[in-house]
Every structure is written in C-alpha cells, then in structure tokens.
C-alpha cells in the first residue's frame, strides 16, 4: 500500500484552513505563529490585501496567454528587476529549480557562443541547496538527495563550502564556466558567506574569465534587509536565481542576468509554457514594489535587530539547547547542541512553526511584514518551547541518574 499523495515528504501532522498575516489557523482552529513562511515564500504573510487585490483583478482579465505573444505584465515586473539590481535582462519561471536549470544552462551557453564550449564545468558548495531536478542534485549530492538517482550529471564539481585555494585551483584549470553560491545557505544551515569572501569569489571569477552566479532563491528578494542579499558586500554576480519570496506564495522564479553573461540566450534557445503568466507577473510585480521600498526594507533590518537580540538571549538562557545565532536579516537560524526536530515539535505544542534545517539548526524565517508585537509574542513562544524540551532532557536525566 502507498498513500495515495506520493510519500516523499516528513510532514507535521498540521494542516491549515487560512491564514492572516503572519498567524494561520489550524483545521482544529488553533493559531499558530507562522515562522517558516512557507520556507520563505510568503513574504508578506497570508493574505496580504494588496496581493489578494492585484491577483483577483488579474484572475478576472487574464491568467495564461503563452509565450507565443507579448506578455505586457512580464516586461513591467523585469523592467522593475533590472532597475533594482545589476541585472540587464530576466527570464521568468515558476520554481527555484528551474532558475537553477536555466542559470547553468546560460552559463554554458554563454561560453560555447563564444566559442569556448570547453568551458563547461560549474563549481559549486557542499551544503548548498539548488533544488531537486538532475543539475541541481548533480552541484549538491548529498547521499539524501542524490543517493540512487545516479548516473550524477557530468560537469558539477562540489567543494568543500567557501574553500577558496580549491576554488582557485579548479579555476585553474581552465574548463570554469560559473561558480554557484547562494550568499547565505537556507537548507544548510542559515550558514553566510562572509562578506570578503563573496567579494573574492567575485575576484577569482573575474580574474579566469568564469561567471559568478548567485543563488537568492532563499535569501533574496528583501529578506536580508536589503533587497538582494548580495548587496551587503557590494559585488554583483553576473548570474542571479531569485524564486520563493518575488511571489509572495504564487509560484514564481526568474534569472537575472548581465547582457554579457546572457549573450548565448537567442530566440528559441529556452522556454517554458507557464513561465512569465500574467497572474504570476502581476502578482510578482506588486511585491516587488512593496519590498523594493526602501523604508520597507529599513523595517525589516530593525525587526531583524529586535528578534536577533532576543535569539542571543534565549541562546543565554538555554545553553544545553543552543550555540548559536545564525544569518541576517529575517534569514536567522538557532544553532542547536542536537537534531532541532524537537524544538520544531515543540514550537508546534507552543503556537510557533519554525523549520528545520541541516547542520542542526532551527530556521526562523518571519513574514517580512512581522511587527514588534508579534516578534516579542515569538520569542515568548520559542522560549516556552524550549523550556519543554529543557524539562523533559532533565527528567530523563533524572530518571536514568
Ligand atoms: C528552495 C530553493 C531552491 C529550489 O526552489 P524550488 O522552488 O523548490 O524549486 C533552490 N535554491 C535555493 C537556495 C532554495 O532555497
């Protein structure tokens, strides 16, 4: 016998009828303080009235055309992209994964139009996360995500994360196209790349005539406090992968890129049936309006500030729990001394959903659009949960002493 959903994922035993800003209610009515987000996704909670607004309006014009034609709303979201960031052009598509597949598909490409097709092999980092198709488990192979699905895609070559002297020797070698790094890792951990290194990934790129790409899918699109997470070390990749967050729960993607870098993308050489719709562009571009905003994002750096000074406290008061604050922004991870599904499963008992994530951390991945109260009100609840842990450690402790 198999479920009749194919049984891929661990799922909570929680299920949701709506949602509200940053609370969804359970089908048995609890309330629950929603610090996953959807893993990032819902950017601006549940029900953003603006969202709601834009997607009803365009759900009575006009959901799909095809990319046959012009898509008017397409251009209005990518002229709003390129005039936020260092990317000159944008394709659009419905997932992460498959901005992972174009992101080196435009990579090779970019190289082979030029007439160096040798150039072909995309270095990568261990603990990174790109998605779940063939390109993306072949720059990640973890035995959990790639074991059995053999034979690996040639033409990836994981190191070992921000290994910098690899780098350049792999580099080297002179068959680079692209390095791919996400500026901070989500599924690995809520682990950043330090400033200096992103910029000296941006140097040794440059330096072999290689493309630097920048996974954003997680930390992109406001969720730093800056638009793009890249930003706060002042380089620019050539390549960018946003997904998640741009549409706010709507399932949306794009790849940005500089002209160079999507030199080799001519008519006909890439596509997608759903990519780019209306509904999703609309939607796409309204969020893209609220979180580009600057005071928006100022709003999101201060929140961030708050719910990290508490983190370092509940950190203080949990020792046996806890090591670590991670990340930035509303990207924060709790280290922890063991597996996190405990806590997590707490969290649920305490009204809070966190997520879990490798490397033993705890994600807390707020809606953008947290207030004060309700950052105090997670704290208290992530406290609680830890203390329901704390007592049952100790009183298996105790029971075996
Ligand atoms: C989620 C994620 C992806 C894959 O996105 P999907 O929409 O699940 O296909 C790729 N890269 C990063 C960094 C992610 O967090």
């Known amino acids: 016998?198999?479920?009749s959903?194919?049984?891929t994922y661990n799922r909570a035993p929680l299920a949701f009828e709506s949602g509200e800003g940053a609370w969804l209610t359970a089908t048995d009515g609890r309330r629950y303080l929603d610090f996953g987000s959807g893993i990032a996704v819902n950017?601006?909670?549940h029900a953003h009235p603006e969202l709601v607004r834009v997607l009803t309006e365009q759900a009575g014009k006009l959901w799909h055309v095809s990319n046959v034609y012009t898509v008017p709303e397409q251009e209005r979201l990518a002229e709003a992209l390129t005039a936020a960031s260092f990317a000159d052009t944008v394709f659009f598509t419905?997932?992460?994964?498959?901005?992972?597949e174009l992101a080196v598909k435009m990579a090779?490409?970019?190289?082979?139009?030029?007439?160096?097709?040798?150039?072909?092999?995309?270095l990568s980092f261990e603990g990174a996360f790109h998605g779940r198709s063939s390109a993306a488990?072949?720059?990640?192979?973890?035995?959990?995500?790639?074991?059995?699905?053999?034979?690996?895609?040639?033409?990836?070559?994981?190191?070992?994360?921000?290994?910098?002297?690899r780098v350049e020797a792999e580099l080297a070698a002179g068959d680079v196209a692209a390095i791919l790094v996400e500026p901070v890792q989500g599924e690995g951990g809520i682990r950043a790349v330090a400033d200096h290194d992103l910029r000296e990934l941006r140097r040794l790129a440059g330096e072999a005539g290689a493309l630097l790409i920048f996974d954003e899918v997680q930390c992109g699109m406001g969720r730093t406090?800056?638009?793009?997470?890249?930003?706060?070390?002042?380089?620019?990749?050539?390549?960018?992968?946003?997904?998640?967050?741009?549409?706010?729960?709507?399932?949306?993607?794009?790849?940005?890129?500089?002209v160079e870098a999507a030199s080799g993308m001519t008519a006909g050489t890439h596509g997608s049936t759903y990519g780019g719709n209306p509904l999703g562009c609309a939607i796409g571009a309204k969020v893209m309006e609220i979180v580009s905003d600057p005071a928006f994002l100022g709003t999101v750096r201060a929140r961030s500030g708050r719910l990290r000074q508490g983190l370092e406290g509940l950190v203080a008061q949990h020792p046996d729990l806890f090591e670590a604050v991670r990340g930035t922004g509303l990207i924060l991870g709790l280290k922890c001394k063991g597996a996190p599904g405990e806590i997590v499963a707490a969290g649920y008992g305490a009204g809070i959903l966190t997520v879990a994530a490798s490397?033993?951390?705890?994600?807390?991945?707020?809606?953008?659009?947290?207030?004060?109260a309700e950052v105090d009100e997670a704290l208290t609840r992530l406290e609680a949960a830890a203390s329901t842990v704390e007592d049952a450690m100790q009183a298996s402790e105790g029971a075996q002493g």
Do not use: C, Q, Y
Not at 144 to 162: D, E, R, S, V
């Open 225 to 258: 406090g800056r638009l793009f997470a890249h930003e706060w070390a002042g380089v620019t990749p050539d390549i960018m992968m946003v997904a998640k967050g741009i549409g706010g729960g709507f399932p949306l993607g794009a790849v940005l890129a500089t």
């Open 137 to 165: 488990i072949a720059a990640a192979p973890t035995e959990k995500m790639a074991g059995g699905f053999g034979p690996l895609l040639p033409g990836f070559t994981p190191l070992p994360f921000l290994d910098l002297g």
């Open 108 to 122: 090779r490409k970019h190289f082979s139009a030029a007439g160096t097709p040798e150039k072909m092999r995309i």
């Open 43 to 45: 950017a601006l909670g």
């Open 5 to 7: 959903v194919l049984p």
């Open 94 to 100: 419905n997932s992460g994964t498959e901005a992972m």
């Open 1 to 3: 016998m198999i479920p």
């Open 359 to 372: 490397d033993n951390v705890v994600r807390l991945l707020p809606p953008l659009t947290i207030t004060e």
